[in-house]
Structure formats: structure tokens, C-alpha cells
């Protein structure tokens, strides 16, 4: 399984950037798929993450109301639409497949990472 992010970039404080990510080497079937970030020196953290029907969402609080993640079965991906951006959301941002489909099941497989810069 390969997961292939894009849409990092450099944004002005306010801004807005989307990252995509797709999966090749299998479909997602029923796992949960997110999104975490690692700040420079700093642990890489949750940010976002939804079941596979889409209706189910789970953020951290500290992107609640900003931040959206949406994914399309049919087309193997997961998207993350960040709104109001801010300095501190600076970080390389990291799709996830989970082995299951609970949070509780954990991360199985990592994509290779994107970066977002927030300037103020």
C-alpha cells in the first residue's frame, strides 16, 4: 500500500490550503483514514479522521471548526480542506490508513508527508 499526499504548500495567515491524499495497492475498504502532523520538534499528533461512510468525523480541538476531511471510495482518496490557517499549524502534514474501522484499531500504513507553512 503507497499513500501519495499532495496540496502542502506556503500560505499567509488566514489562508487556505487542501491536501489530498490516494491510495494505491488497495482500497480503503471499511478502514478509518486521517490525517496527522509533526511540527518541527515536536510529536507527530492527530488532526483528523473519518469512517469509511463518511459520516462519522473526529477532530482535534485545536482544528475543530477550521478544518474539514472528506474522502471519495470510489476514488481512493481523503482530503483535508484547512481553513483560518495560523503560524502554529505550520507542520509536515501526514495521511493515515488505519487497519480498521474504529480509531481504536490504529494506524497501518503512512503517507510520505507534505509540507504546510503558515506565514503570519
Known amino acids: 500500500v503507497q499513500l501519495q499526499a499532495s496540496g502542502g504548500g506556503l500560505v499567509q495567515a488566514g489562508g487556505s490550503l487542501s491536501l489530498s491524499c490516494a491510495a494505491t495497492?488497495?482500497?480503503?475498504?471499511?478502514?478509518?483514514m486521517g490525517w496527522f502532523r509533526q511540527a518541527p520538534g515536536k510529536d507527530r499528533v492527530f488532526v483528523a479522521a473519518?469512517?469509511?461512510?463518511?459520516?462519522?468525523?473526529f477532530y482535534a480541538d485545536s482544528v475543530k471548526g477550521r478544518f474539514a476531511i472528506s474522502r471519495d471510495n470510489a476514488k481512493n482518496t481523503v482530503s483535508l480542506q484547512m481553513n483560518s490557517l495560523k503560524p502554529e499549524d505550520t507542520a509536515v502534514y501526514y495521511c493515515?490508513?488505519?487497519?480498521?474501522?474504529?480509531?481504536?484499531?490504529?494506524?497501518?500504513?503512512w503517507g510520505q508527508g507534505t509540507q504546510v507553512t503558515v506565514s503570519s
Open positions: 473519518l469512517a469509511w461512510g463518511g459520516e462519522t468525523t
Open positions: 493515515a490508513l488505519y487497519r480498521g474501522a474504529t480509531m481504536n484499531s490504529g494506524v497501518a500504513y
Open positions: 495497492g488497495r482500497t480503503f475498504g471499511s478502514s478509518v
